[in-house]
């Protein structure tokens, strides 16, 4: 029996460990990118809502508070608010948006506009 050629039992199961532990490696990996675009997706689409948000405003008139523009269907998930602060001089406001997801906050955008 010695003289026949082939895999013993042990190299087998070896085998097999070493592939396991390259898939779990790996799989792993695949879910963590998967987080990471999911993430900056997010976070991606609130930097350019923000930024929508504060060229709205700034195309409007100078005003005590304003109303966001309407965020289009395709980001039904997303909220934004805007808050309006006047500086000591008074034809200076402080312009932040937020930015929520889900309920969380995503993107804080801070903006000047003059009178």
Do not use: W
């Amino acid at each position: 029996m010695k003289s026949e050629k082939g895999f013993s039992l042990i190299e087998v199961l070896i085998s097999l460990a070493l592939i396991g532990i390259i898939a779990v490696a790996f799989l792993s990996s695949l879910a963590t990118a998967s987080n990471v675009t999911l993430t900056t997706d997010v976070n991606e689409t609130a930097k350019n809502l923000a930024e929508m948000q504060m060229e709205y405003i700034k195309g409007q008139g100078y005003a005590s508070s304003y109303t966001p523009a309407s965020i289009p269907s395709d980001y039904a998930n997303y909220v934004a608010t805007i808050n309006a602060e006047s500086l000591q001089n008074s034809n200076i406001q402080r312009i932040t948006v937020t930015i929520q997801h889900q309920g969380k906050t995503v993107m804080q955008l801070e903006g000047y506009k003059v009178k």
